[in-house]
């Protein structure tokens, strides 16, 4: 069973800096297509940033030059650097493949950007 667990979150200022983790339990994680997601309040859960095995990525205009994604397949971990944050940042963030995998689904972290 995979599991993935996200942490790094917390408050911080506009114009700050965060970095999100994502651990996995899962053996083959190297072979993934993975995904940074986020839900502000009262929206639909969104893709931010993806990663592919080959580590190329892609990203969401809204985040593009300020997120980075990144992967450690020798300890089956993801990262999210988050520079240069907005308010409008804030949302819970999760990991999980790309397209998703709804039984994958963790707790997320929160990041609340404000002053």
């Known amino acids: 069973q995979v599991q993935f667990v996200e942490s790094g979150g917390g408050l911080v200022q506009p114009g700050g800096s965060l970095r999100l983790s994502c651990a996995t339990s899962?053996?083959?994680?190297?072979?993934?297509?993975m995904g940074w997601y986020r839900q502000a309040p009262g929206k639909q859960r969104e893709l931010v940033a993806a990663?592919?095995?080959?580590?190329?990525?892609n990203y969401a205009d809204s985040v593009k030059g300020r997120f980075t994604i990144a992967r450690d397949n020798a300890k089956n971990t993801m990262f999210l650097q988050m520079n240069s944050l907005k308010p409008e940042d804030t949302a819970i963030y999760y990991c999980?493949?790309?397209?998703?995998?709804?039984?994958?689904w963790g707790k997320g972290t929160l990041v609340t950007v404000s002053s």
């Open positions: 999980n493949k790309n397209p998703p995998r709804e039984d994958y």
């Open positions: 899962g053996s083959i994680f190297s072979i993934y297509t």
């Open positions: 990663i592919w095995s080959g580590d190329s990525t």
